[in-house]
T-cell receptor, first 112, second 115 residues
């Protein structure tokens, strides 16, 4: 089954430091890829998406992700973490079968 | 433009009772998807519905769970005879048309607690 793997269930960064969240997908056919953010007790908010256009995708709140077919990766980065970035982040993949398949999530904590 | 709405936001049921979760898609959207998020896990697809039709229910447990999306009114996810293992957050998403199924907009979720 097609799937997506997020490396690291918890990431802790200092305020102002680089945020790097890793996501790898399993398929020889490039899918559509997404990053979502979930704040406590809230729904999912779309950060950014890759739909086979530019491989470097810019999203909201200063986040961006790069699609690398050779590495089957779609890692999420933000150059400078802010306290408000503390949340859970989900990578998801879409293979044209109506459903999104989500990774297990990465919880980000930001240290002052 | 109102987003996807779900109610109730929190639901507490005793074992053996029924849970009914409601989802109103975004205005103009006729495609609805239900996902379940168990504690410490990502979201798992349950069912995809269009108005009056179940398109894909491959993620639904075979027993006790059912979903509908009537011609009028919200989509309903129904869980009969709930058990502790049903405790989870249930999210609804909607999309405008089948060609845009990857553009899913999520509601705030219903958090079900079974005591």
């Amino acid at each position: 089954a097609q799937s997506v793997t997020q490396l690291g269930s918890h990431v802790s960064v200092s305020e102002g430091a680089l945020v790097l969240l890793r996501c790898n997908y399993s398929s020889s056919v490039p899918p559509y890829l997404f990053w979502y953010v979930q704040y406590p007790n809230q729904g999912l908010q779309l950060l950014l998406k890759y739909t086979s256009a530019a491989t470097l995708v810019k999203g909201i709140n200063g986040f961006e992700a790069e699609f690398k077919k050779s590495e089957t990766s779609f890692h999420l980065t933000k150059p400078s973490a802010h306290m408000s970035d503390a949340a859970e982040y989900f990578c998801a993949v879409y293979y044209n079968d109506y459903k999104l398949s989500f990774g297990a999530g990465t919880t980000v904590t930001v240290r002052a | 433009n109102a987003g996807v709405m779900q109610n109730p936001r929190h639901l507490v049921r005793r074992r053996g009772q029924e849970a009914r979760l409601r989802c109103s898609p975004m205005k103009g959207h006729s495609h609805v998807y239900w996902y379940r998020q168990l504690p410490e896990e990502g979201l798992k697809f349950m069912v995809y519905l269009q108005k009056e039709n179940i398109i894909d229910e491959s993620g639904m447990p075979k027993e006790r769970f059912s979903a509908e999306f009537p011609k009028e009114g919200p989509s309903i996810l129904r869980i009969q005879q709930v058990v502790r293992g049903d405790s989870a957050a249930y999210f609804c998403a909607s999309s405008l048309r089948v060609g845009d199924s990857y553009e899913q907009y999520f509601g705030p979720g219903t958090r079900l607690t079974v005591t």
